[in-house]
């Protein structure tokens, strides 16, 4: 997350010391020049506030810093607003011309040489001759004629950025390409970790925009700008190392730091919108709303004063502000992240302590320009530790996406589960609804059946009874089959009122009723009925359709006996557990099971009264007739 993220350090380890003013320094012979020869250590360095230096006042400055080593990694920002000044000897000791290029360091907004002969005080300009390549703005050509000897003087004016450094070389004319090249040494080994840190990214880019358009969730739209500015940024520095061109000037003096700011905004915009911080950690909501305000704020700041105000440190300061903003708004991320003790914070936060950690090491590197090892190496580029800190919090983050996806797969299916219980529940509501006016219905029916059609024929019932008595021996058949036929139609009544009527839905009431009407049933006959129970009846619901076929079932076993079976006595056993069971057995003729034509009917009614409930039929020849009646509770 963080990249040159403590300038003020490079600041105090890179501070110029000052040596006493030197003698003439050792000429540099142009005659054994090789690629990019180092010649620092025959340098002597002024830095000038003046806005002008003439060519005449060069000499006449004062150049207190023996050697540019100490300058040859960092120039602090007070310095880029000076004027650098070189003088250097060179001396040619073959027989023939020689020429040579000259490169100061990086980077430099402008370059003059100028040359003083020796034994003068003229000192004249030379030509800006660039080498015949594209990274070419760093480069001045020098010639010297055979044997000769002379001092040369470098005006140079820095970029507004606080990576300059001072590192004169020289490279034979002929060795050139070779020379720049060698100034990118490592630049092969860096160029195939960020290209492939780069391939990563891009492949982000396109999960970050395919969920978006997918899913319309915003946050990973802010994911992929995130990765679109850090991969731009490192791609960019990776690839313009060390290069002398107008567009790298611009990058490494103002809009890295732009892209820089882009990215870390969409990041800790990422960060609120992924954990949802303003539905579950509002006090860290609001910490990352002002933390990526206040960086929005230091950038328009920053880019107002880069380009209106000449003092560079002014614009370098507000960098550094930006820097530590954003430092603080990834401690206190991570610390208030791991207190929350949430899987997913988890996740986020271990990538954010691998990126801050190494983000470390790498600003470690560039501020002191330590080597970790010895020889060449990609391992000796704080560009390769940082990279491989966003590689480590992209697999944190992947590992939070796939944890954040299962859990949204877990709550959608318990939402699902839940409102597919709600709609069971409302429909079984509304099933109970309509049971209930039907219920309702059934005993309003059955109430004004009671109460106004039993009535009516009771009423006919005792009217033809007294008709009967008052008529004496003069008894018409009418009016008897008048009273039987009231009688008759009274009983059957009472049946259908009964069904009807919810109190009744218990298989208790059931078996009571049954009871009392074979006892009634069998009290003016011959037979005599014997009926068995057990003495307690555990209580379960049977509704009334199931009542009323039951009923009727037994009714029609029990009117066979008696029209049937010419016995003298009926036995009627009841058990109940997870069955009410109902046998009728009489000590008659029994049943001719090959001749059931005069029972064909009423054993026909009797199966598809009980098949209709569910329920169990059987008849049998055993000492009589058994007939049995089963129905699962």
């Known amino acids: 997350?963080?990249?040159?993220?403590?300038?003020?350090?490079?600041?105090?380890?890179?501070?110029?010391?000052?040596?006493?003013?030197?003698?003439?320094?050792?000429?540099?012979?142009?005659?054994?020049?090789?690629?990019?020869?180092?010649?620092?250590?025959?340098?002597?360095?002024?830095?000038?506030?003046?806005?002008?230096?003439?060519?005449?006042?060069?000499?006449?400055?004062?150049?207190?810093?023996?050697?540019?080593?100490?300058?040859?990694?960092?120039?602090?920002?007070?310095?880029?607003?000076?004027?650098?000044?070189?003088?250097?000897?060179?001396?040619?000791?073959?027989?023939?011309?020689?020429?040579?290029?000259?490169?100061?360091?990086?980077?430099?907004?402008?370059?003059?040489?100028?040359?003083?002969?020796?034994?003068?005080?003229?000192?004249?300009?030379?030509?800006?001759?660039?080498?015949?390549?594209?990274?070419?703005?760093?480069?001045?050509?020098?010639?010297?004629?055979?044997?000769?000897?002379?001092?040369?003087?470098?005006?140079?004016?820095?970029?507004?950025?606080?990576?300059?450094?001072?590192?004169?070389?020289?490279?034979?004319?002929?060795?050139?390409?070779?020379?720049?090249?060698?100034?990118?040494?490592?630049?092969?080994?860096?160029?195939?970790?960020?290209?492939?840190?780069?391939?990563?990214?891009?492949?982000?880019?396109?999960?970050?925009?395919?969920?978006?358009?997918?899913?319309?969730?915003?946050?990973?739209?802010?994911?992929?700008?995130?990765?679109?500015?850090?991969?731009?940024?490192?791609?960019?520095?990776?690839?313009?190392?060390?290069?002398?061109?107008?567009?790298?000037?611009?990058?490494?003096?103002?809009?890295?730091?732009?892209?820089?700011?882009?990215?870390?905004?969409?990041?800790?915009?990422?960060?609120?919108?992924?954990?949802?911080?303003?539905?579950?950690?509002?006090?860290?909501?609001?910490?990352?709303?002002?933390?990526?305000?206040?960086?929005?704020?230091?950038?328009?700041?920053?880019?107002?004063?880069?380009?209106?105000?000449?003092?560079?440190?002014?614009?370098?300061?507000?960098?550094?502000?930006?820097?530590?903003v954003l430092m603080t708004v990834s401690l206190v991320f991570i610390v208030k992240g791991l207190s929350y003790r949430n899987q997913l914070m988890n996740y986020i936060v271990m990538g954010n302590i691998s990126l801050f950690a190494l983000s470390i090491l790498s600003q470690v590197i560039i501020a002191t320009n330590f080597h970790l090892v010895k020889s060449v190496s990609v391992l000796n580029l704080a560009l390769f530790y940082y990279e491989v800190g966003i590689t480590i919090e992209l697999l944190f983050f992947l590992f939070a996406l796939t944890y954040k996806n299962k859990m949204e797969i877990i709550l959608s299916i318990q939402k699902e589960e839940k409102l597919k219980l709600e709609t069971e529940r409302k429909e079984l509501e509304k099933q109970v609804a309509v049971l209930a006016a039907k219920q309702d219905e059934r005993n309003r029916i059955s109430a004004d059946m009671h109460d106004e059609l039993g009535s009516g024929v009771t009423a006919i019932r005792l009217m033809s009874e007294i008709v009967k008595s008052k008529m004496k021996d003069q008894v018409l058949p009418e009016i008897e089959k008048i009273s039987h036929s009231a009688n008759e139609l009274l009983n059957k009544m009472n049946t259908i009122i009964w069904t009807m009527t919810s109190s009744n839905d218990s298989v208790e009431n059931l078996v009571a009723y049954i009871r009392s009407y074979a006892v009634e049933f069998f009290e003016n006959t011959s037979i005599d009925c014997y009926f068995s129970m057990p003495a307690s009846i555990p209580h379960r619901e049977i509704n009334g359709e199931k009542r009323r076929n039951m009923f009727l079932s037994v009714k029609e076993a029990l009117n066979n006996v008696l029209k049937h079976s010419q016995s003298s006595v009926v036995k009627i056993n009841v058990t109940v557990s997870d069955k009410l069971i109902i046998q009728i057995q009489d000590d008659g003729v029994g049943i001719n099971m090959e001749k059931l034509r005069k029972f064909g009917n009423g054993l026909h009614n009797m199966k598809k009264r009980m098949t209709s409930i569910d329920g169990e039929f059987e008849i049998a020849n055993h000492q009589g007739t058994r007939t049995t009646f089963g129905l699962t509770l």
């Open 1 to 324: 997350m963080l990249i040159l993220l403590f300038t003020c350090l490079q600041h105090t380890l890179a501070q110029p010391g000052l040596s006493p003013t030197p003698a003439l320094e050792k000429p540099v012979d142009l005659a054994t020049n090789g690629v990019s020869d180092d010649i620092s250590a025959s340098t002597w360095l002024c830095f000038s506030h003046l806005k002008t230096i003439s060519p005449q006042q060069l000499p006449n400055l004062d150049y207190p810093i023996k050697g540019t080593k100490k300058y040859e990694h960092f120039i602090t920002p007070e310095r880029v607003n000076y004027k650098a000044v070189l003088r250097f000897t060179l001396t040619n000791s073959s027989a023939r011309e020689q020429s040579s290029f000259f490169c100061p360091g990086f980077y430099y907004d402008s370059i003059r040489l100028f040359r003083q002969a020796p034994h003068t005080v003229t000192v004249t300009a030379l030509p800006d001759i660039f080498p015949d390549d594209p990274d070419s703005l760093g480069y001045r050509k020098i010639t010297l004629a055979p044997h000769d000897t002379a001092v040369y003087y470098a005006l140079l004016t820095f970029i507004r950025s606080p990576t300059n450094s001072i590192n004169p070389s020289l490279t034979r004319e002929d060795l050139i390409t070779h020379g720049i090249l060698y100034n990118h040494k490592n630049k092969t080994s860096i160029d195939i970790m960020t290209n492939l840190f780069a391939g990563i990214m891009l492949m982000m880019i396109f999960y970050g925009v395919s969920e978006y358009l997918q899913t319309a969730k915003p946050e990973f739209l802010y994911y992929a700008g995130y990765c679109f500015f850090i991969s731009t940024l490192l791609f960019l520095k990776s690839i313009l190392h060390n290069a002398t061109t107008s567009f790298n000037f611009f990058f490494e003096g103002f809009l890295d730091n732009i892209i820089f700011c882009l990215g870390h905004i969409s990041y800790i915009v990422f960060h609120r919108m992924f954990l949802e911080t303003r539905k579950n950690y509002k006090s860290l909501d609001r910490y990352l709303f002002w933390g990526a305000a206040a960086i929005g704020l230091l950038m328009i700041l920053y880019i107002v004063t880069w380009f209106l105000i000449p003092d560079f440190t002014v614009a370098n300061s507000i960098e550094d502000y930006t820097k530590y």
